[in-house]
């Protein structure tokens, strides 16, 4: 299938070439948005063109009797094991957001009618793990995360590709947090050499009283965005972290819409930015404080470090306000490392190399530091430092 | 006579400044050299020319180390062969946990020597004696580097480095400034310590507070960008008395 087709159709068109029905509100949303282009102001920093053009082979994703594992893992899209006790279902997505900014997120609910609909019991810990094997193939799939009111549950998420080539993954979370639930995902990729792009659209519902954390850890080579909705109903949180680490020429980062709903409600969103080589990162990040939203807090922070002179950062903090009760702050810089900082380590025998690696993870540590488990928190640490290594031979 | 490290005709500028005109100074092994001199006379960038720093670019002359001419060596190996400067003022670096970074600098200089590096376990030992002995808190363990430290605690924390990394020639700037009673003593205590008849001292200061304590073996006094008059330690008093104006040069 070549995406690139579906530019500048109406209805129909996309109906025959998708061979669906029945789904027209959803079709009529992405056409109405258009297949993105370096025009589309979302993917204006991103080579989304690159990701569209291949020829890619389609994949049938038909369900299994998953296995038994101590997490979900899910294979090109298809769930092929769990944790004892946890509840799976192929279903199709109830809640799909009609005034969703990406138009990926439509095509990703027209590609995936089956969601993998996954409810969270409890006050649970689970890992999420996502393999790739196919080259040339567009993998989609959606997963929908339920969690319910009053639980606390985690959220692990880790890549793992087997040297594939010229993929494009497009999948992405559809997450209910019901009323007082605290629900805390933690994103970690770090395949350097990954042979694919991804694009990741999500949507996250944080109902009254919940607790969203969001935190990711982006290490990958090559391309991905992910683009990120969450909406805010009264005395809602959100928490949203992420750390970036590029190299090379590789493009990827995070466009997402805050948007608050409910009064009372907060969010804070922090990025932090590494960038070497010719790589480009962005943080295209706009916070909306809707007329019902009195009394909101809003904290939006993006720091960049330019580890080379060619690396870019397209940092774009945002905030579109329809209230005056409110409390709101944004801002973004980008520099290099601090020259005095450098110095002092070296004056005391440490390599420039070295000197430089402790003041980047310094730099990161902050947001990896926030996570609590232990055992996630070393592993992140570790790839970070694998990934960083990896780039300052 | 031979010394440690010799200084000929240094010329240094910071940016288009010329701040060094040809300053001559020796470091005999062994003794204590007190720098003093006004405000902005140059002592600071003096410490700085000696260990590298980019602030300064070196337009003459030549730092003689162990009879080598280091004017070009990079900040880490002068480190690594001995020379250590304690800044006047130390920078604070969030994120970076004070006993990691020791460590990693005690293990780099192990690792030139050809000596086995130490494991954590090893090296926290080490670190709990020198705190205590400098009367430190032991979460000094744990912080970030002089991160929210107290000028005084910053001092200390730069006598500890010097304590643990153990260097030939030790540059003090400044290190009695802000510094109460206790903190005086403890620190002159650490540069005591480190008295072994071979190691030298270049002891920059304003007051003669810090030399009661640690005994210099000679005055120096540096007027714009030169040393201008070496003594023995009766010129403290005849300083603090009549002030640099009153200095003939030499
Ligand atoms: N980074 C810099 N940029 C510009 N001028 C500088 C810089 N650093 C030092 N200077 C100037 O160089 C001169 C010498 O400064 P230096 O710090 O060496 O003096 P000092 O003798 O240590 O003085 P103090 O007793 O006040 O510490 C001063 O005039 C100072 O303003
Ligand atoms: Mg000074």
Do not use: W
Request: contains cysteine.
């Amino acid at each position: 299938m070549n995406l690139l087709e579906l530019k500048n159709k109406n209805l129909q068109e996309v109906n025959a070439l998708l061979g669906i029905k029945d789904r027209d509100i959803l079709v009529e949303r992405f056409c109405a948005l258009g297949l993105p282009s370096k025009k589309s102001e979302e993917y204006r920093y991103f080579d989304v063109k690159k990701l569209l053009e291949p020829e890619y082979k389609t994949l049938n994703y038909v369900p299994k009797t998953p296995k038994t594992s101590d997490k979900v893992e899910i294979v090109d899209g298809v769930v092929i094991a769990l944790p004892k006790g946890m509840r799976v279902y192929n279903d199709a997505c109830q809640m799909i957001d009609m005034d969703h900014f990406d138009p990926l997120y439509y095509l990703g609910h027209l590609l995936s009618p089956q969601t993998i609909k996954i409810e969270l019991d409890g006050d649970v810990e689970v890992e999420i793990e996502h393999r790739f094997t196919k080259s040339d193939a567009l993998i989609n799939y959606r997963i929908v995360l339920y969690n319910q009111a009053n639980r606390h549950a985690t959220v692990y998420e880790n890549f793992i590709s087997d040297d594939i080539e010229n993929t494009l993954v497009l999948y992405g979370y559809d997450m209910h947090l019901a009323q007082d639930s605290t629900l805390r995902v933690v994103k970690m990729q770090s395949m350097q050499d990954a042979g694919y792009g991804m694009v990741a659209s999500h949507k996250v519902n944080v109902a009254k009283n919940a607790n969203a954390i969001l935190k990711s850890f982006d290490l990958g080579g090559d391309q991905a965005l992910q683009l990120l909705k969450v909406e805010l109903a009264e005395r809602a949180h959100v928490d949203a972290g992420h750390l970036l680490y590029l190299n090379e020429d590789s493009k990827r980062g995070t466009v997402s819409q805050i948007v608050h709903v409910g009064e009372h409600s907060t969010s804070k969103q922090e990025a932090k930015n590494i960038l070497d080589g010719k790589s480009r990162g962005i943080f295209d990040a706009l916070i909306r404080v809707e007329h019902s939203a009195k009394y909101t807090k809003a904290e939006q922070n993006s720091k960049a470090i330019l580890l080379h002179e060619d690396a870019y950062m397209a940092a774009k903090p945002q905030l579109e306000i329809y209230i005056d009760e409110l409390e709101a702050s944004h801002g973004a810089t980008t520099g290099q490392l601090d020259r005095k900082q450098l110095f002092y380590l070296q004056s005391r025998g440490i390599s420039y190399t070295e000197a430089r690696k402790m003041l980047v993870i310094a730099f990161a540590n902050t947001l990896i530091e926030q996570v609590k488990d232990t055992r996630q928190q070393e592993r992140i640490k570790a790839s970070f430092e694998e990934a960083f290594y990896k780039g300052n031979m | 006579m031979s010394s440690v490290m010799k200084i000929e005709n240094l010329q240094a500028k910071i940016g288009d400044k010329q701040i060094l005109k040809g300053l001559n100074l020796e470091l005999e092994p062994g003794k204590v050299h007190a720098i003093m001199g006004p405000n902005g006379a140059g002592k600071s960038t003096l410490s700085k020319a000696l260990v590298g720093h980019y602030d300064v670019e070196l337009t003459g002359g030549d730092i003689i180390y162990k009879g080598k001419n280091i004017n070009e060596m990079e900040p880490e190996e002068r480190a690594l062969e001995g020379i250590f400067l304690s800044f006047q003022h130390p920078v604070e670096i969030p994120g970076v946990n004070n006993a990691y970074f020791l460590r990693t600098a005690l293990n780099a200089k192990r690792k030139h020597e050809g000596k086995e590096e130490l494991n954590a376990a090893e090296f926290l030992r080490l670190m709990r004696d020198h705190l205590e002995m400098l009367g430190m808190k032991s979460d000094m363990i744990s912080r970030s580097l002089n991160e929210g430290f107290s000028g005084g605690e910053k001092k200390r924390n730069e006598i500890l480095q010097m304590l643990i990394l153990e260097p030939e020639v030790i540059i003090l700037d400044e290190i009695d400034s802000g510094l109460d009673i206790d903190a005086l003593r403890a620190v002159s205590e650490g540069i005591n310590k480190m008295k072994d008849g071979k190691r030298s001292f270049l002891v920059i200061t304003h007051y003669s507070r810090i030399l009661d304590y640690i005994e210099p073996d000679y005055i120096h006094v540096l007027k714009d960008g030169r040393i201008i008059k070496t003594a023995g330690p009766e010129l403290v008093a005849q300083l603090e008395e009549h002030g640099y104006d009153a200095i003939e040069e030499e």
